[in-house]
């Protein structure tokens, strides 16, 4: 069950990038679970990480790799999140490490490890490491729909991007994946995304992208409020485009952060519409606040609202349980009589209370289609903010009640 068709695009190759896909056999046998990167040397990594401190193995490797150089390989497993695991797992996630480098002929730490699974299991090394040569016999620049499907966990549908767009004359291929949804929630939000441009990008400007792009798509998405041990967003520019580097005053750049916009939200939004069990598709618009705190917490409230989440499931205009919501999130001195509460374009509450031209059928109308807004004008100031989050099914319940068995 997901909202929307969830076509996977044509993928452009990127220079720079090819894609190994194996099959280890972590939770099914198999079943293609581990996916290797590698990157040309001309290639510059920069990324973001889950916020939770409880943060799995390979994100603390991963990001102590990062601080060390330029890396070389990505090594990516499904099925197994290595979390929870203590010495053993940072053992297990080291030894992964340096049996592909070894395989590879760079060092260990030129190589980023990324899991995903079952949270306090021990890592099956020896049957990664069994998988190793498989994916890297069988790396090319074309399988970017097999990564797509080979890091999904409980996913229905595999996630992608792709794109080309010309820079002063110049042509830029961007190709990205992502998985997740389920354990889905702002600060990274379980996910993994890897971006990848044949662009030439200043190491601080593609920092900077990095953390902005990532901070506007992943990070304001929410299917369940909770924080993956395990998140990681990674974009990787290869340097193989036949144009200049792209610094931070260079003319190319607002082009450039435009379209990965666009990739990085294409990317966030189809885990949203792959929620667990999701069969709505939501946006929460918060305009006219103060700050951007109180806009964030609004929005997250009322996507965090287990009454709104399943009134979305059951097409139920029950706009109290919004209205609800808004009052609770925390934001002193709120004008009642100025707010404005709109379900799609038609408005809930005015004045205080419920608008005067609202009507049940006119709110059915909207709660009826896949994709809603909800749009919350707090009449405070001039910042807007929006979260994306779906509803809450009966599916939900049975897919995370059954995730181990």
């Known amino acids: 069950m997901a909202v929307g068709p969830g076509t996977l695009p044509e993928f452009f190759p990127v220079a720079g990038v090819k894609i190994g896909i194996a099959s280890a056999g972590i939770k099914k046998p198999g079943r293609k679970d581990v996916v290797v990167f590698e990157l040309a040397p001309s290639a510059r990594v920069a990324g973001i990480f889950t916020t939770n401190q409880f943060c ?3 994100v603390v490797l991963s990001r102590r790799h990062l601080e060390q150089g330029a890396p070389r390989y990505l090594l990516i497993n499904t099925g197994n999140a290595n979390a929870g695991t203590g010495a053993r797992g940072m053992a297990d996630a080291e030894r992964c490490c340096a049996e592909l480098a070894g395989q590879a002929g760079v060092q260990t730490a030129d190589v980023l490890p990324f899991s ?7 890592l099956p090394v020896d049957k990664i490491v069994a998988a190793l040569p498989e ?16 890091i999904m966990t409980t996913d229905t549908r595999p996630k992608g991007a792709s794109c080309q767009v010309d820079l002063g004359g110049h042509t830029v291929t961007i190709s990205g994946i992502s998985k997740g949804a389920g354990m889905i929630r702002p600060n990274m939000a379980t996910m993994l995304g890897f971006i990848a441009t044949d662009a030439n990008i200043a190491p601080d400007v593609l920092q900077g992208l990095a953390s902005e792009l990532g901070e506007k798509s992943f990070n304001r998405i929410t299917i369940d409020s909770d924080t993956s041990t395990n998140d990681a967003c990674m974009l990787m520019a290869t340097g193989q485009y036949s144009g200049p580097e792209i610094t931070a005053d260079s003319p190319l750049l607002p082009r450039l952060r435009e379209v990965l916009q666009q990739v990085y939200l294409d990317l966030a939004h189809a885990i949203v519409r792959d929620g667990e069990g999701a069969t709505k598709f939501v946006t929460i618009d918060v305009t006219g606040a103060g700050n951007q705190q109180e806009a964030l917490d609004v929005a997250y409230t009322v996507a965090h609202s287990p009454l709104v989440k399943t009134a979305l499931f059951a097409s139920d205009p029950n706009w109290g ?20 509460i709109y379900l799609g374009d038609v408005c809930l509450v005015r004045n205080g209370g419920r608008a005067d031209d609202y009507s049940e059928a006119r709110g059915q109308a909207v709660m009826d289609q896949e994709e809603i807004t909800i749009a919350i004008d707090l009449k405070r100031g001039d910042v807007h903010e929006t979260v994306w989050t779906c509803d809450f099914s009966h599916d939900y319940v049975t897919i995370n009640a059954e995730y181990r068995t």
């Open 116 to 122: 995903t699974g079952v949270i306090g299991e021990p």
């Open 135 to 150: 994916a890297l016999s069988g790396s090319r620049e074309d399988r970017w729909a097999e990564a797509a499907s080979g």
């Open 56 to 58: 799995a193995a390979p």
């Open 321 to 340: 349980r919004i209205l609800a919501a808004v009052g609770r999130a925390g934001v002193p001195d709120l004008d009642l009589e100025a707010l404005e």
